[in-house]
């Protein structure tokens, strides 16, 4: 079935420093790629996504580019805020319907001042 | 424009009750789904509800069930209920079920605790 895994937290940066999240996916068909924010008490928000081969989603100076070849959709910054703070959760699209997503463990990102 | 709402925010229960989440999606919305999220885990799909029918389910036994109404609200019931469903249950709405332009939308979860 499909599957999500990404890399393990928790990361500790200190602001100003480049991101990378990495992302790696199992899928049969093409699915879309998505990334998710979760901060403190509240829900899950869309940060980004692509929906074919060699799209890059972008928001709030994250980017991530669907990567066929490497079956991945790791996400970057180049500089992050102590606001970044959060878990940052990637996932995939069932090729059947958008709403159907499967998550990866999700990845704590602390970004002290 | 309100969001996505859930109640309660809160729960405890015991092992063998049953319980009722519900969820009111953001307004224009018609499709809810809902997610449980174990503590240090990702959110896992139980199922989706469009147009008051089931449409597509996740790996979650029969106890889980759910209902969706004509103002397009949707409950979470769990019967029988074991230690291993506690979580955070996660309601999450869209336009439509089979759209991939409409993003979900999620609500701040209600959190789950059975003793």
């Known amino acids: 079935g499909n599957s999500v895994t990404q890399m393990e937290g928790p990361v500790t940066l200190s602001e100003e420093a480049f991101l990378t999240i990495n992302c790696t996916y199992t899928?049969?068909?093409?699915?879309?790629l998505f990334w998710y924010v979760q901060y403190p008490g509240e829900g899950l928000q869309l940060l980004l996504k692509a929906t074919k081969a060699d799209d890059k989603g972008s928001n709030k100076g994250f980017e991530a580019t669907y990567r066929k070849e490497t079956t991945s959709f790791h996400l970057e910054k180049g500089s992050v805020q102590v606001s970044d703070s959060a878990v940052y959760f990637c996932?995939?699209?069932?090729?059947?319907?958008?709403?159907?997503?499967?998550f990866g463990q999700g990845t704590r990102l602390t970004i002290n001042p | 424009d309100a969001g996505v709402t859930q109640s309660p925010t809160h729960l405890i229960k015991t092992r063998g009750q049953q319980v009722t989440l519900r969820c009111s999606p953001k307004s224009g919305h018609d499709t809810v789904s809902w997610y449980q999220q174990a503590l240090g885990q990702g959110p896992q799909f139980i199922f989706q509800y469009y147009e008051e029918e089931e449409r597509q389910r996740g790996n979650f036994p029969d106890r889980f069930s759910g209902h969706q109404f004509p103002n397009y609200s949707s409950e979470l019931n769990v019967n029988a209920l074991l230690l291993g469903d506690s979580a955070l249950y996660l309601c999450?709405?869209?336009?439509?079920?089979?759209?991939?332009?409409?993003?979900?939308?999620f609500g701040n979860g209600t959190r789950l605790t059975v003793t």
């Open positions: 999450a709405s869209s336009l439509g079920w089979t759209s991939y332009n409409s993003p979900l939308h």
């Open positions: 899928a049969t068909g093409y699915p879309s």
């Open positions: 996932a995939l699209s069932d090729a059947k319907g958008a709403q159907k997503l499967v």
